[in-house]
Nanobody, 121 residues
Framework: QVQLVESGGGSVQPGGSLRLSCAASGRLYSIDDMAWYRQAPGKQRELVAV???????NYEDSVKGRFSVSRDNAKNTVYLQMNSLKPEDTAVYYC???????????????WGQGTQVTVSD
């Protein structure tokens, strides 16, 4: 069974940085698209960034220039580097990946368990 496990959340002061990790494990052939979402208290889950299998990355406007997505294919891990953090970035962050367990198999979507990011003085 494939699963996504997140790590790297925590508390940081405004202007600080954090790096979130999303590691895929189990019977895995490839990670197709990978997206990062976040959900602040009382708000709907919103898309933060999408990293497609062909290498295109798109960011939500409020994080452009501050957040960046990268992959380590050898480790089946995707990262979300968050710089210049603001209090409004406070949320639970989730990764969502479309993963494939064989070369010609169908990609299925999986969610990570979520990790809390808190930005405050």
């Amino acid at each position: 069974q494939v699963q996504l496990v997140e790590s790297g959340g925590g508390s940081v002061q405004p202007g600080g940085s954090l790096r979130l990790s999303c590691a895929a494990s189990g019977r895995l052939y490839s990670i197709d698209d990978m997206a990062w979402y976040r959900q602040a208290p009382g708000k709907q889950r919103e898309l933060v960034a999408v990293d497609t299998s062909v290498g295109n990355v798109n960011y939500e406007d409020s994080v452009k220039g501050r957040f960046s997505v990268s992959r380590d294919n050898a480790k089946n891990t995707v990262y979300l580097q968050m710089n210049s953090l603001k209090p409004e970035d406070t949320a639970v962050y989730y990764c969502y990946g479309r993963l494939r367990d064989s070369r010609y198999g169908t990609a299925h979507g999986y969610w990570g368990q979520g990790t809390q990011v808190t930005v405050s003085d």
